[in-house]
């Protein structure tokens, strides 16, 4: 089958990318463009070309299956299309609709126009993946649009509407119908004879790319994207694009991509960007298992999580009751939620427009039976197994027949919930992180009698809502929390034995999360976290430090009580002394003798029981893929992208040093922390896997 389809209309060459699904600039694709393109030249009844894509989409770009096969690319490179574009005596229209991304945007820079239809995003989002624009794009983009949008755009990924991409210059009209309108504007571009416009030769608006300017975006980058390659190296690409001659700035882009291209941040980004496609997909449910509309949702409780959670579905257009039993309460939660529209509306994340229309989605209910009509209903009450099993019996009384019935339980028994209904088919995990109206993972949880319909369902409502879903299975903190338990248990026996909370917080900082793990406790409350940690299923020999349960007695709750593992100004942390003498007192009593940890030492300690945890949720078949148990931790626990996740990044960094790690951890810390079976054979295997 062609993948790129060639047509003349009246005098202009069509020449269409079509390879599904996303038109990814694959080899046959761009040998299939060079030939038209030549075969457009040749024809002296070709006055013009329009370069477009089928079904309604342009471009994704780069095909990233070759490009992750870290192999040279076979010719025809896009830099020799480009050269064809920009050589061409005739007009050539790019036509951009749906997504004209990375690559693809890039060929379209080198079109004399680009005209898009008003729903086109463009974007050139390789930073996302860890490499850089490699065909052009730090230098089109640049020039066309200026290097302040430039910096802004390929150092975020984020991808740009129509009329913004207009406003910038990077479109030359917005239109439809996107097809009979190119035809159009390449015909006038003949008939008017319009100079043909070469981006990579603009200068006029290079003169904003002042060097206080690319200082200040270094400056602002150091903190933001510490660690990371390729957003420091587009930076260079954008001042080499204002500074130096448009060879000389392509050769440093050039160079800069392979750079990236071959190291671990794209590899590990890449991962990512499979895994969480893979993560939409579950094997064992029945081929054609259609999910069941979801027109309305209804959501119980009003807190935190059930706003957010009820945002989520006013922010995808679908009407949302709220239900909470207290009509203060209630009162109180959806002014919180009106505040947060508000706050979106003031940073410019939302219209004004927008903000009102997902508010109105949202109405507040404070009887049951007005849960009656709901598709969906998710409870986000209090985290306790009897407050909500009453919940769910109250539920199964109103809900209509056929409805899903979730639950936002981060730990608690699914089944044991279903239980409470006559209809334990219809119960299923959809478990928020908060603040849920931001945070992309959505964790669905599946009881052993969960129906794969329902299933299909809460998976495709993530996407839906714009969420990353994974699914997990049953157990005691299911993927995440599970993992999680270990993590900040770590944490308080290594300062037990002599770390502080600084150094602590620092090298997991360094290590890329935004917020090291008691500093993240201090945001949470110390309170909070004790509480979760009293209620957990865990086995009646787990060692606690007692560090947590008496920074809570001291009143050091966190940053609300303005002391914690530190002590706050405004959001500022600063050291405490007293801390230090807490938790020499706690090191005491137990007899350690306190000593110097070394930086490595903590990061291993912290994240090989994550990954050794990991190993037992995938063998358990917890988690359908290690690369699950990646997506859960990247989306929904701060786990740096760039580093792939905790399994990836346990592959690469190596199992064998992790296991050694965590055989010195079994002696003092108990069993469940020493190296899993599922650990071990995955360091023999080479790969995470369900038990044989
Ligand atoms: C680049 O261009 C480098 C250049 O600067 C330099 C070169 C020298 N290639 O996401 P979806 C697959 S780097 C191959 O579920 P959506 C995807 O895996 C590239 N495959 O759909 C999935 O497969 P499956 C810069 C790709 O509608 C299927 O398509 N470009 C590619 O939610 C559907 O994808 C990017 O980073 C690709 N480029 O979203 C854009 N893209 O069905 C990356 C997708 O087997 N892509 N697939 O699971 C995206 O952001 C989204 O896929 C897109 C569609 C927004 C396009």
Redesign the pocket.
């Known amino acids: 089958m062609a993948v790129v389809n060639y047509r003349v209309i009246s005098g202009v060459a069509r020449i269409e990318i079509d390879n599904p699904?996303?038109n990814?600039l694959s080899q046959a694709v761009r040998a299939g463009v060079a030939e038209a393109l030549a075969r457009a030249a040749a024809d002296p009844g070709v006055a013009a070309l329009v370069l477009s894509g089928a079904r309604g989409t342009f471009s994704?770009?780069?095909?990233?299956?070759e490009?992750a096969s870290g192999e040279a690319?076979a010719p025809p490179l896009?830099s020799e299309l480009q050269a064809a574009l920009e050589a061409s005596r005739k007009p050539v229209v790019a036509a951009l609709e749906g997504?004209a991304?990375?690559?693809?945007l890039?060929l379209a820079l080198a079109c004399h126009f680009r005209i898009g239809a008003p729903g086109c995003r463009l974007g050139l989002?390789?930073v996302?993946?860890g490499?850089i624009?490699?065909?052009g794009?730090t230098l089109r983009f640049t020039r066309l649009a200026g290097p302040e949008a430039a910096l802004e755009s390929l150092t975020s990924g984020v991808a740009l509407t129509a009329p913004r991409a207009l406003e910038l210059g990077l479109l030359d009209a917005v239109a439809e119908p996107l097809a009979e309108e190119a035809l159009t504007f390449a015909r006038a571009a003949v008939d008017e004879a319009r100079p043909l416009k070469l981006a990579a030769q603009l200068k006029s608006r290079l003169s904003a790319g002042t060097p206080e300017l690319f200082a200040r975006f270094r400056e602002r980058l150091a903190g933001r994207l510490r660690g990371q390659l390729a957003p420091a190296l587009i930076v260079d690409c954008i001042e080499a694009a204002c500074t130096q001659d448009a060879a000389e700035a392509l050769a440093r882009e050039r160079a800069a991509?392979l750079r990236c291209r071959d190291s671990e941040q794209h590899r590990a980004l890449t991962h990512l960007?499979?895994a969480e496609?893979?993560a939409r997909k579950v094997p064992d449910i029945p081929p054609g298992t259609e999910p069941l509309p979801v027109r309305s949702a209804a959501v119980i409780g009003a807190g935190t999580m059930g706003g957010g959670i009820a945002m989520c579905f006013a922010n995808a257009g679908i009407p949302v009751s709220v239900l909470e039993l207290n009509a203060e309460a209630l009162e109180r939660g959806l002014q919180q939620v009106r505040r947060n529209y508000a706050a979106s509306v003031s940073r410019g994340s939302l219209s004004q427009g927008q903000a009102d229309a997902a508010l109105a989605c949202i109405r507040g209910v404070t009887e049951y039976p007005s849960l009656a009509g709901a598709d969906i209903v998710i409870e986000a009450v209090f985290e306790s197994l009897p407050v909500k099993k009453d919940v769910f019996a109250a539920l199964d009384a109103v809900a209509r027949e056929g409805a899903i019935l979730a639950t936002n339980t981060s730990t608690l028994d699914i089944d044991a919930i279903a239980a409470a209904t006559r209809r334990p088919g219809a119960v299923v995990g959809t478990h928020f992180f908060s603040p849920a109206h931001i945070m992309k993972l959505m964790e669905n949880v599946r009881g052993p009698r969960t129906d794969p319909q329902v299933i299909a369902s809460v998976m495709a409502l993530g996407t839906r809502l714009g969420k990353v879903p994974v699914l997990a299975g049953n157990c005691d903190g299911f993927i995440g929390n599970r993992m999680l338990g270990f993590y900040g248990l770590e944490a308080e026996f290594l300062l037990e034995e002599g770390a502080t909370p600084e150094q602590v917080d620092r090298v997991m900082e360094e290590f890329g999360f935004a917020m090291g793990p008691l500093a993240v406790r201090d945001l949470a409350g110390n309170d909070v976290g004790f509480m979760i940690r009293k209620n957990r299923r865990l086995p009646a020999d787990e060692r606690f430090s007692p560090i947590l349960e008496r920074m809570v007695a001291a009143g050091r709750l966190g940053q609300k009580s303005g002391r914690g593992f530190y002590r706050y100004e405004g959001r500022t942390r600063i050291a405490d002394p007293e801390v230090v003498a807490l938790i020499e007192e706690v090191s005491r009593e137990r007899g350690i003798v306190r000593r110097r940890l070394g930086d490595e030492e903590i990061r291993d300690r912290l994240l090989a029981p994550l990954v050794n945890e990991g190993a037992r949720i995938v063998e358990e078949g917890i988690a359908l893929r290690p690369g699950d148990v990646d997506v859960v931790y990247v989306n929904g626990y701060g786990f740096p992208a760039w580093r792939g996740g905790p399994m990836h990044w346990g592959q690469v960094s190596g199992l064998a040093r992790l296991i050694a790690t965590l055989e010195r951890l079994a002696p003092t810390h108990g069993e469940r922390w020493g190296p899993s079976a599922a650990l071990r054979r995955a360091a023999a295997t080479g790969a995470f896997g369900r038990a044989p």
């Open positions: 699904p996303v990814a994704a770009g780069a095909d990233l299956h490009v690319m896009a997504h991304l990375g690559g693809g890039e989002p390789e996302k993946l490499l624009p490699g065909a794009g991509f960007f499979f496609r893979a």
